[in-house]
């Protein structure tokens, strides 16, 4: 009993007793305001707080400890903060700003609300006012490179930087840009884009993939910016200029009388004043201008003769390898001018003389020009060597710089003029020389080379400009920019493209002659045909308002009519006239066409047929219309093949709603000239999700669907309004809700709601939120299921996107709309919404079944693919990221059981169940950490990790007080060659396991030969349980080692095994020992909590005799095999990393027969 007492003792003075700090959990908000972001922190109970903001950190002081989560509130306010972290002692939170702003701070009920107030001058652009213009931000994904294209409407000058990853654009005006839906569905390559007002001009920054090349450039009125896949961090619009010497070809072009072959003749020509030669030649000397010191000056002009009147020619022999420049000049000024011309503009005021190149060529030779950004190019079919150096220098007035870019195939010059309004103005072909003006005018030809888009190519639609030139094809590349312009030259002068014209996928370049298209899609190509000039691609171009090439639409016979999106031009399908009266006559008529029918004999009734399919199709009928036809079908081979029959057949398919049935009765290619066909397709095209198809037949058709009936043109503008949304060709959009409006009211209540749908979306996209509202509002209220439904879930969400309804309320609204439509894609589009929220809650449960009932409903759509790759990653987050972190270990179990098929295969699906196992260690759930890992241990290892695991399972049952079960996992788990760690850890293990089934000969001699600490630790113990003084004192020597130095401190297990050897000895009875250990070790024990025990233990009795019964009590209840169980719970029971960190095992390897 006295040594019970003892024990007691000792646990009671080295017991060391922690505060708990209690921790509330706190919900952290976060919102963007006119001008501000809010942080809300959502209290259940009143707190008092301090909150400052020092330079750019936010810091927030509360009274009571708190646990918070910000990675919602970073995301939503990304564009104020960049994070958030809680002190040590969970009462302060300091948030970095991304800016210097003002605070404001206030109280609603128990929550806490601060303000971080953008200052003066730094405004951001999504939230200026609305006359600020809107600047539309389009993004696109290539093969190479991730792009954003800002389409301004007129020029604009821009600059760009680069500090690490982030980008910045500052251009010179300003315009708002919406960041939400910029955000969405961001490009590879670019993250966290956000902007700004600076003064008056806008500044764009984004974040580029690190060490990524960017590149910028010009097009148009519009500006790209480019990031490159890969690690080239050299940015394009920066790459150093290459100079190569240019050889000379042996195929050169030469001049009839040649001395030399190396440099081709080029000459300025201007127009020469009509003074004489001499007078003019004189005035240019006065004024420093260049002359040719020859005299012989070409001119183009026919009046321009020899004084015998023949014309001027150039002097062969002299005129090779010189450039010569000729600029016209005025009268020289008199030297005393009169008064009244003093307010005359001085020369330098006047617009300068126009200058002409001539480039000399022995042979035919294609030719192309235009601007592109503040270049002229210059492009021959041949190859040759210019002297730029003198060419520029004579032509100085107009031209800044002329440069020979190197080619192995061409003769490329990149000239800048003085500015941009500085352009080729005409072309002219003098026999076999090229002779090109420039002067202050606009890139034009003199004859335009028509274009437009044939939507039957072989590979999609493809851009056609008819050209029966001869010309030749060309690709190089600009080594500013770095992409590829490609451009066909000519040998027709003066035929090239009127303006610049700008598409997704690619841009037509201004021209004065030839063609030059910069494409931003790699796999486009450009080729010269016998007839023609196209460009295509391997799926064809997706391109939108341009309007098609010359086909049957177009044709002579055809009445042609002008509507707000184009021509109309031919229509194989006649509605209105098919229709013979309005709908009252419905029944009649069909009566009188079924009759028509019964009086023909049963071989002849196709005609009449196809009159009442016809008829049934005009008036919307579609199922009437296609059983009529199909009659026809079994009927008639002949007139079932036809075109008219296809037509009618794939438009009534698509009324049915049966879209891939219609693609495939519309594809007949007898159909494509016409253009009420591409209506119908682009419609079909969306029934299939075919977008890309149906932006581009929409385009075409549209002029068509104004000629259509009420019974059919609603149908048709749902779709069609639906496919521009989901394109966001939001100005199209906007136009055909402008033809609309006025004749809303007549498509009836359900093609009303559905439109109003639509013109919500659009307001929305528009950012106008009020009649966003209201739109959605009367389509909710329109007694049509379709457009209910579908206008609840807009509202939902563009209240929570306004904050005027709280999360929950919005699942809850979710949850109630998820069984109000099923079986489609809105059904799919609310699950995931639905998921989305809930995980943003947190509700992980929630989650993970909303996306499994897509997986489970619609197995064979990509939809559920998706949903599965989405469920995987959260399931990823919680078990191997840490989220599950955030929810009770008990939670975390249920959660992993329930879905335990989304655990991955290999290292992390056992690193995912050991975390597991570790937490509910950490709560004391030993038998729920053991049931995981022993469904582990028996059905997923195999080889030394299973039997690693079963170690770790051995040592919990252990700690759980089930020697028993130890050994069973040490049996179940056995591998003959594991490491020498894993051999002795299990044996230690066991041998514990043995004592405490009352074996304790068998656990010493599982001990034997062991010499480690942790041998020692148990063996220690198992003789002190045992006691076997003798035995235990020498262990403790062992452990404890030398005395420390003078000073030094000990920790308390240093302290606990000294006192333990002093019982030993005590309890031993071996005086001089204890005499020997108090010396050596008493000074440093007095600096330890256990001094008094150690003293009155160890210290030489004074008189009073020793009572062996008060050692007992003070150590009494001391577990003795503490020391060895905290090392193996701490060794083996924390992982640090994948499987083999742990236990020096191989990585695990699940048995592919016990999988699952």
């Not at 792009?147 to 500052?170: A, H, M, Q």
């Not at 997923?940 to 049952?957: F, M, N, P, W």
Request: no cysteine.
């Amino acid at each position: 009993m006295q040594l019970f007492r003892l024990f007691a003792i000792v646990v009671l003075i080295i017991a060391v007793q922690l505060p708990a700090i209690a921790q509330e959990v706190v919900r952290v908000r976060g919102g963007g305001h006119l001008g501000f972001g809010r942080i809300v922190f959502d209290w259940t109970s009143p707190v008092g707080y301090n909150a400052n903001i020092n330079g750019r950190t936010l810091t927030v002081r509360f009274e009571r400890p708190l646990k918070a989560n910000f990675s919602q509130t970073i995301k939503i306010l990304r564009d104020y903060i960049s994070s958030a972290r809680i002190s040590k002692d969970n009462s302060i939170v300091k948030i970095s700003l991304k800016d210097d702003f003002d605070l404001k701070t206030f109280k609603i009920g128990t929550s806490i609300v601060l303000d971080v107030v953008r200052r003066q001058g730094v405004v951001p652009v999504s939230e200026t006012n609305e006359s600020i213009p809107l600047l539309r931000v389009r993004k696109g994904q290539h093969n190479k490179y991730a792009r954003l294209v800002f389409d301004w409407t007129r020029p604009v000058e821009y600059e760009v930087s680069r500090d690490g990853i982030r980008v910045k654009v500052r251009f010179n005006r300003p315009a708002r840009i919406n960041i939400a839906d910029l955000h969405a569905n961001l490009n590879r390559g670019f993250s966290n884009p956000s902007t700004s007002i600076e003064g008056d001009k806008l500044m764009f920054s984004v974040d580029v993939t690190k060490g990524a090349r960017i590149r910028h450039f010009r097009s148009g009125t519009k500006i790209v910016l480019d990031v490159f896949r890969g690690s080239q961090a050299t940015t394009a619009t920066n790459l150093p200029k290459k100079k190569q010497k240019i050889k000379t070809s042996p195929e050169a072009p030469v001049a009839s009388v040649s001395p030399s072959q190396t440099d081709k003749p080029i000459r300025l020509l201007a127009k020469p004043d009509e003074k004489q030669a001499q007078e003019t030649s004189k005035s240019k000397e006065q004024n420093k201008k260049q002359v040719v010191s020859t005299g012989k000056v070409r001119d183009t002009r026919p009046e321009n003769k020899k004084q015998d009147g023949t014309p001027l020619k150039p002097d062969a022999a002299t005129s090779m390898g010189k450039s010569s420049v000729k600029t016209d000049l005025k009268e020289a000024k008199s030297q005393k001018r009169k008064k009244a011309d003093e307010n005359r503009p001085e020369q330098d005021e006047l617009p300068p003389d126009p200058v002409t190149l001539v480039f000399e060529w022995p042979q035919e030779v294609s030719m192309a020009t235009f601007r592109r950004n503040k270049h002229v190019w210059i492009v021959f079919g041949s190859r040759s060597p210019i002297k730029t150096a003198l060419l520029q220098q004579q032509s100085s007035t107009l031209l800044d710089r002329i440069d020979q870019i190197p080619s192995g195939q061409a003769t490329i010059l990149r000239i800048q003029t003085k500015d941009d309004s500085i352009n080729v103005s005409k072309v002219q072909l003098d026999g076999t020389n090229w002779l090109i003006e420039f002067s202050r005018s606009p890139m034009q030809p003199m004859l335009p080379i028509p274009f437009g888009i044939n939507i039957t190519g072989s590979t999609g639609p493809e851009l056609l400009m008819p050209l029966e030139a001869t010309g030749r094809l060309l690709e190089f590349q600009d080594p500013d920019i770095g992409d590829t312009i490609q451009v066909v030259a000519i040998t027709e002068p003066g035929l090239g493209i009127n303006g610049e014209r700008a598409y997704p996928e690619f841009q037509i370049l201004a021209s004065a002659q030839g063609v030059a298209i910069e494409t931003f899609n790699d796999d486009l190509g450009l080729k010269k045909q016998e007839k023609e000039i196209v460009l295509s691609g391997p799926r064809g171009l997706y391109v939108s308002e341009i309007v098609s090439v010359p086909t049957k639409m177009d044709t002579a016979d055809a009445v042609k009519s002008s509507v707000p999106f184009g021509v109309v031009g031919s229509q194989i399908l006649q509605p209105i006239k098919w229709q013979r009266g309005s709908l009252d006559e419905l029944t009649d008529t069909r009566q009188e066409l079924m009759a028509e029918i019964a009086k023909q004999p049963s071989n002849q009734r196709s005609k009449s047929r196809m009159e009442l399919a016809r008829y049934n199709f005009s008036h919307g009928l579609a199922q009437e219309a296609l059983g009529v036809l199909s009659l026809v079908g079994l009927s008639d081979l002949e007139v079932a093949s036809s075109e008219d029959y296809s037509a009618l057949k794939g438009a009534a398919l698509v009324l049915a709603e049966r879209g891939l049935a219609a693609r495939k009765t519309l594809s007949d290619p007898r159909l494509d000239g016409f253009q009420d066909i591409a209506l119908w397709r682009g419609a079909a095209d969306d029934l299939t999700g075919a977008q890309k198809s149906a932006v581009n037949n929409f385009n075409t058709g549209d002029p068509s669907l104004f000629g259509y009936p009420i019974s059919l043109k609603p149908k048709l503008l749902v779709r069609r309004l639906k496919v521009a949304l989901d394109a966001e060709q939001i100005e199209l959009a906007k136009e055909w809700r402008d033809q609309t409006l006025g004749e809303i009211e007549a498509y009836g209540p359900t093609y009303k709601a559905r439109l109003e749908n639509l013109f919500g979306r659009l307001y929305r996209m528009e950012l106008d939120f009020d009649n966003a509202v209201a739109s959605f509002q009367s389509a909710k209220d329109s007694g049509d299921h379709y457009s209910s439904v579908r206008a609840e879930y807009n509202l939902i969400d563009i209240n929570l996107q306004q904050e005027t309804i709280e999360l929950e309320e919005a699942i809850q609204r979710y949850e109630r709309l998820r069984y109000a439509w099923r079986g489609d894609a809105f059904e799919r589009q609310v699950l995931n919404r639905l998921g989305e929220l809930y995980l943003a809650e947190g509700d992980y449960r929630n989650a993970l079944n909303t996306l499994k009932v897509i997986v489970a409903y619609f197995p064979k759509h990509s939809d559920a693919k998706n949903a599965a790759e989405r469920m995987r990653g959260v399931f990823r987050r919680l078990y191997l990221e840490g989220e599950a972190d955030n929810i009770s270990p008990l939670k975390a179990l249920a959660l992993y059981d329930e879905f335990r098929e989304l655990t991955p295969a290999g290292p992390d699906s056992n690193l995912i169940i050991q975390k597991l196992a570790e937490r509910l260690i950490d709560v004391d759930l030993l038998d729920k950490a053991s049931e995981v890992l022993g469904h582990q241990v028996k059905f997923r290892l195999r080889g030394e990790e299973k039997a690693a695991v079963g170690t770790k399972l051995a040592l919990i049952r252990l700690i759980a007080r089930d020697p028993e079960g130890a050994l069973v996992a040490l049996r179940d788990s056995f591998y003959p060659n594991v490491s020498l760690e894993i051999e002795n850890d299990r044996r230690r293990i066991r041998a514990k396991a043995e004592f405490e089934l009352g074996k304790a000969n068998d656990a010493i001699a599982l001990l034997a030969g062991d010499v480690s600490r942790e041998a020692d630790l148990l063996r220690s113990a198992i003789y002190f349980r045992e006691k076997n003084w003798a035995e235990a004192a020498k262990v403790y020597q062992r452990l404890v080692g030398d005395p420390p130095a003078d000073g030094a401190s000990i920790d308390d297990e240093f302290g606990r095994t000294v006192l333990l050897w002093a019982v030993a000895l005590k309890l031993h009875k071996d005086e001089d020992a204890l005499r020997q250990l108090f010396e050596l070790y008493g000074a440093a024990m007095r600096a330890s909590p256990l001094s008094a025990t150690f003293d009155y233990i160890a210290k030489p009795s004074e008189g009073a005799g020793f009572d062996a019964g008060s050692i007992q009590k003070q150590i009494a209840d001391v577990d003795q095999f503490q020391a060895f169980m905290k090392n193996y719970r701490e060794r083996l029971l924390k992982s640090k990393g994948k499987p083999k960190d742990q236990t020096g095992a191989k990585p695990a390897q699940s048995d592919p027969s016990t999988t699952g």
